[in-house]
């Protein structure tokens, strides 16, 4: 596919979108004529809750630097139910979507080394600015000026995607796209728990919440050697999660309203407590609870959002274990090639977690599932 860049902005942003069209449309034609063609795209059209819709949009075009991708699946992540309920940052109107896999149709004349053809996930750290402390120290993925994909610029709810070839990281043909696009959360565990919290042979690890994010986290913390994974919910949880959580062989599966999770930690370790807690819920109460389950100078990683909601934490709790808080966001280059790894061996199983494949169109149906507890991971198919 040869394509023409035209550049546009998106109103109200400062961010702009390409249109793709091929160059044999349009070359030798006058400007008013030269248009491209549409693609359907999930639109967030406006601030406040809920304004999202399908819409028809051009089909954008790439930067000489640039690759196209067609989008093959996207996953929707929590962060696009917060975008929903506007409680995450984002500027409208953008087409949602961070976690894609696709296959390159088109090559800028600018890029080496990447060809027509190729199946690729990305890194959503698009538009850093390259030049602050954050980027020249390796950590493009938390610059100021990043604007990922799905919220700061048009995402991968939508057919075509230019991409800056930087980012991206083929998958084996032995990957689906179905599970190739849950290769971007699973790059956020791996930075998360066994990169930044570090995951030690032997450890004991608590994880709150068994949604996605979290049964990822336990079974990553399975691969790396942990001791014991012991992962808790709710009742809401037993009919789909907690029974997941059994499925996939997790050690220790606990309802907190019938079993009281950290009697049975301190149980599990002897009255030590747990070296490692993965709070994935993002619940105030969930958080609250953390500093109880893990021993002296253990380690508490932070993964889920809370959607805003206030948070009452014991400090002195935390400062009398001596333990430390780790806070993310986002992911190391290093994780991606790990996490296409661990999911293409089978160390994270993405098809036990993925519940929902559905087209583009029945997005609201997939998006209600989620909210619902009736879903874990749902993909759509462009």
Known sequence: MCVKRQVYYTRGSGFRFDKLTALSEVEGQPESKKSGEIMKALVKTEKGVDNIELRDVPEPTMAPDQVMIEIKAAGVCGTDIHIMHDNFPYWPPVIMGHEFAGEIVAVGDGVEGWEVGERVVGEPHTLACGKCYLCRTGN???????????????????????????????????????????????????????????????????????????????????????????????????????????????????????????????????????????ECSGAPPAIASTPQYIRKLGRICAVGLTGKRPVEFDWDAAQAKVCTIIFNMSTFYTSWDRAISMIASGKINAKAITTHILPLERWQEGFDAIEKMAALKVVLIP
């Not at 057919?159 to 083929?170: D, T, V």
């Not at 179905?178 to 690890?205: G, H, M, Q």
């Not at 059994?246 to 050690?251: A, M, T, V």
Request: charged fraction near 25%; glycine fraction near 8%; aromatic fraction near 4%.
């Open 140 to 278: 493009i993925q938390i610059c100021p000026e990043k604007r990922s994909p799905g919220w700061g610029i048009d995402g991968a709810f939508t057919k075509y995607l230019p991409y800056p070839p930087h980012l991206l990281h083929r998958i084996p043909e032995t990957v689906t796209y179905e599970e190739a696009a849950l290769v971007e959360p699973t790059a956020n565990i791996v930075t998360d728990v066994l990169e930044r919290a570090k995951v030690e042979p032997e450890d004991f690890v608590v994880v709150l919440g068994p949604g996605p994010i979290g049964l990822t986290a336990a079974m990553a913390a399975q691969a790396e050697g942990a001791r014991e994974v012991m992962i808790t919910g709710t009742e809401a949880d037993e009919p789909l999660r907690l029974k997941t959580a059994r499925e996939l062989g997790i050690d220790h599966v606990v309802n907190l309203q019938k079993q009281d999770p950290i009697e049975k930690c301190m149980e599990l370790t002897d009255g030590r407590g747990a070296d490692l807690v993965v």
